[in-house]
Every structure is written in C-alpha cells, then in structure tokens.
C-alpha cells in the first residue's frame, strides 16, 4: 500500500481510499480520521457516519474545534502550522458538563451518564463519591452521629495503603460513603506527598549536578587563578628588577652598596676615613631608621609613607647583602656585628678589658659592646644561639672556646668589719684570648 502526503494539511495517508473515510463511531473527529488529521473537512465521497468534521463545526465551541484543541494539549504537532497558529491548546479535563461551573476540573468520565447498554452508568451517590473525589474534599462528620467511623490511632495497617482500587457497592450506606471519601482524601494527600518526593528527588539530583558542574568550574577557576599567579609572579619579579635599575637617589647607593660588599666581603664603616664608605654608613643607618619609625607608626596606627614595608623588593634586595631590619631591645645583632668587627680592625685583636677597666673607661660604646659580647657567649654555651649567629661570628674569627669564665663568688660579711666583698653574682667572663 503506497503513500502520499497531503498537500493540504502536510500529512501522510494511505493511498487506499485517497481523500475518503469510513468513521462510523467516532464522528471523524479522531486522527485515524484521512480527512481530520489531514485537515480537511468530510465531502460527499465519504462514506462516514455522524460527521462533525465539517465547517459549520469548526468555530469555537464546536465539536470539531474542540476535539482539535484536546489533541493539540496531549500532541501539540499532531496539526499542521496554520492548525496549530489558529487553535489553541485545551485541557480536557476543563470541560464544561452539566450540573458544574465553567473552569471547574472534573474527570472526564464524569460528563458520561450513559454505558453502551444505554441505562445510567453511574448512580447519583456514586457521581457525588467521583465530585469530591475530583475536588480531593472529605465528607464532615461526627463520630458521635456515627460512633461506626471512630478509627483506632494506635495501630498501624500501612500494609493495607495500596490495597484499595475501587468501591465495591455503588449505592453505599452514608458511614460507608464518609469512609470512602476519607479513603479517597488520604490516596490523594498520599499522591501529593508522593509528588512531592519526585519533585525533591528530581532537584536533589539537580543539585547534584550542578554541584559537580560547580566544583569543575571551581576547579578550572582556581587552576586559572594559579596560572594567573605564575604569570603575575614572574611580571611582578621583571618590573621589581628594573626598579632596582632605575635611575634614583635610593638605587644609586644600594648599588655602592653593593659595590663595597662585594669588594671588601663587610658593610661599610662610619669610623671609616674614606667620605664615600661613611656616607654609605650613614645612608644604611637611615633606611633602618627608616624601618623602625614606620613599624611604631604601624602599631600606633598612623598612615604616614612606608617606604620600605610598600616596597618589599628594596628590603629583600638589603637582606640579601646581610642587613637585617629586626629589632631587639638594645641594639640589632647585625649593627653589634658591625661594630665587633670596627673594633677589630681598630685595635687588632677581639681581647676586651676587664669590667674594671671597661666602668673606669666610662667609655658608654664600649661597655655596651663587651656586654653583648659577653651575651652572645652565654647564649652559645647554653644553645641558645641560631646557627646562622654563630656562623657569623666565627666568620670574623671569633672563638666561643677561648672565653674564660670565673667561678660566681658570694658576698660575705664579719662582725667589726666596716669591709664588704663585692662580688658578681653568676657568671663571670673576663677576656677573649687573641686569635
């Protein structure tokens, strides 16, 4: 059997019966209808039986205009274009049917009051049984009218939720009617609950995809910020370099600086004779200052220009020379480092005077210096010391070893004696051999 399409409605039809039909129970209103779901109206070739697939029925509320509509809400291309730009879409279950309201749900049963053997196929408590099933509203009652319906809260028949399917009386007792809308009422919150546990697992498995849609898209973010910060990285290192090469006043004598480090292996002296070493001096003395007042200014909370803290690059381009910016309570270790090895180069040895000689000196520098000295041994001797200090030291030729120490003596007191020994408590460490 050969086919053709339908140059009217855009349809394939048999080639059996081209352009005719035989309805004869469904009034050529369903769409193994040729002609209706062709598009077409009936004509005197068809050989169908109470056609309502005419013209005079497809104007709204016709048979024909109906019967499109409902199809077009369960199969919404089952018409061609201009079908579909001129009918629009109904729920079946909004049909109008005697004895309801327009817009009223109802099933479609419900319109139906005849079976095939033409007598009532429903009776009228059976009808109102489906009206408050449809409205999902139970029927009031009183278990003092009907003492019949009290239901025992204590004990639990969920075995028996999906063993209902339908009435078994038609015409029931009106306590039998109240417990089959009670039942129907239940079945349908049962349904809504059940609905509500499709929907939540639906977006439960929603979510969950869109979560793990959002941890890749994370993930390729944070790679993204990674190589971000490589490239940034590398950019920041190029402009810090070229700023250090800058023509300026600070990049000039960090590069002396750098100089006389290189050539002489210590930081410049202000002891020393040569102008441009002890203005180097000077200059490095400065830029501590410098650090120190802006650490207070942080701490105290004032927002004056931090020349080194918003520039790290000229701080870690000094620390690579061996100055360091940390403060203690006296003096830094490299500043007392620093004025170890003057007084070296000053006097040719690192032997200090006694603690006699050194209060009879009153000499401030130098009292300050043999204490730190003196520190810095203690410090050795009970591990208190980081490896990089005593690397340091023994770089100038300083030796832990060689430091004597006296035993503590006590202060003892005779009766008729106007004399006292005075004495240090601790330890006591006299002088360093000269190496």
Not at 75 to 98: C, G, N, Q, S
Not at 244 to 262: G, H, I, R
Not at 367 to 384: A, P
Not at 403 to 432: H, V
């Amino acid at each position: 059997m050969s086919t053709t399409k339908n140059a009217e409605g855009g349809r394939w039809q048999s080639g059996m019966n081209k352009g005719k039909c035989t309805c004869s129970k469904t009034q050529c209103l369903k769409l193994y209808c040729e002609c209706f779901s062709g598009g077409k109206y009936c004509n005197d070739d068809c050989v169908c039986a109470s056609c309502n697939n005419s013209q005079e029925h497809d104007v709204e509320g016709g048979a024909r205009y109906d019967a499109i509509a409902y199809i077009l809400f369960r199969k919404p291309d089952a018409f061609d274009e201009e079908t579909r730009k001129r009918i629009a879409p109904k729920d079946p279950k909004t049909r109008v049917v005697a004895g309801m309201k327009s817009g009223d749900k109802v099933p479609i049963s419900a319109g139906k009051t005849k079976g095939k053997c033409g007598r009532p196929k429903k009776n009228a408590n059976q009808a109102r049984i489906e009206l408050v099933a449809a409205k999902h509203e139970a029927i009031e009652f009183s278990t003092a009218e009907y003492p019949q319906l009290a239901v025992d809260e204590h004990g639990d028949y969920s075995d028996l939720a999906g063993a209902f399917t339908k009435p078994l009386f038609e015409e029931p007792s009106r306590p039998l009617e109240i417990a089959y809308s009670q039942q129907t009422k239940m079945e349908y919150q049962k349904k809504i609950a059940q609905q509500k546990k499709a929907d939540m697992a639906k977006e439960c498995k929603q979510l969950r995809e869109k979560l793990q849609e959002k941890k890749l898209a994370l993930s390729l973010a944070n790679d993204e910020i990674k190589e971000c910060n490589k490239k940034l990285g590398t950019w920041t290192r190029k402009v810090f370099d070229l700023e250090l090469e800058e023509p300026c006043e600070w990049n000039t004598n960090y590069q002396k600086l750098s100089a006389y480090k290189e050539l002489h292996g210590k930081l410049p002296s202000k002891k020393s004779q040569d102008e441009e070493e002890k203005s180097l001096s000077v200059w490095l003395d400065t830029v501590r200052h410098e650090k120190n007042e802006e650490d207070d200014d942080e701490k105290k909370g004032s927002k004056t220009k931090r020349m080194i803290d918003d520039y790290p690059h000229r701080q870690q381009s000094l620390e690579v020379l061996g100055i360091s910016f940390g403060r203690r309570r006296d003096e830094t270790f490299e500043a007392m480092l620093q004025k170890l090895v003057e007084y070296k180069e000053e006097h040719g040895t690192l032997r200090f005077p006694s603690d006699e000689q050194c209060e009879k000196s009153k000499n401030l520098e130098l009292q300050s210096l043999q204490k730190w000295v003196k520190s810095q041994v203690v410090n050795f001797r009970s591990r208190k010391m980081s490896p990089d200090a005593i690397r340091q030291l023994k770089e100038i030729g300083f030796s832990f070893e060689k430091w004597c120490l006296s035993k503590p003596k006590r202060t003892s007191k005779k009766k008729g004696s106007a004399k006292q020994e005075e004495t240090d408590e601790g330890t006591d460490i006299t002088e360093n051999v000269v190496v």
